[in-house]
């Protein structure tokens, strides 16, 4: 079973950045790709971003697109996300997970059965203040 540690989250200006980490260990993630969600206070959890790490596949969500960025470390079983232009309805708590390669291929959708389907990380709050 898969483990996911992530760091980097914290307290930003808007304008900022900030860059969070997901660590994995556990299973190797060939066959699977790595994807950021995010729950705001009140709001359901939303896909940002994800990377198929054995084709470099990328999605963005189009909240997000043109100031975030998303990279992986084969190597480290690591992957970031670099979060430039922060906004204050960026603030939410950013949650690490591998994930099927064919869910970010469809755009990284979230529901209920995608929920039980995943290994999440423990979560990272990013509070970005106007």
């Known amino acids: 079973e898969v483990q996911l540690v992530e760091s980097g989250g914290g307290l930003v200006q808007a304008g900022g950045s900030l860059r969070l980490s997901c660590a994995a260990s556990?299973?190797?993630?060939?066959?699977?790709?790595i994807g950021w969600f995010r729950q705001a206070p009140g709001k359901e959890r939303e896909g940002v971003s994800c990377?198929?790490?054995?084709?470099?596949?990328?999605y963005y969500a189009h909240s997000v697109k043109g100031r975030f960025t998303m990279s992986s470390d084969n190597a480290k079983n690591t992957a970031y996300l670099q979060m430039n232009s922060l906004k204050p309805e960026d603030t939410a708590v950013y949650y690490c997970?591998?994930?099927?390669?064919?869910?970010?291929?469809?755009?990284?959708?979230?529901?209920?059965?995608?929920?039980?389907?995943?290994?999440w990380g423990q979560g990272t709050q990013v509070t970005v203040s106007s």
């Open positions: 997970a591998v994930v099927l390669k064919f869910l970010c291929y469809s755009g990284l959708p979230y529901s209920q059965s995608v929920h039980e389907h995943i290994s």
């Open positions: 556990g299973s190797t993630l060939d066959d699977y790709a």
């Open positions: 990377i198929s790490t054995s084709d470099d596949y990328t």
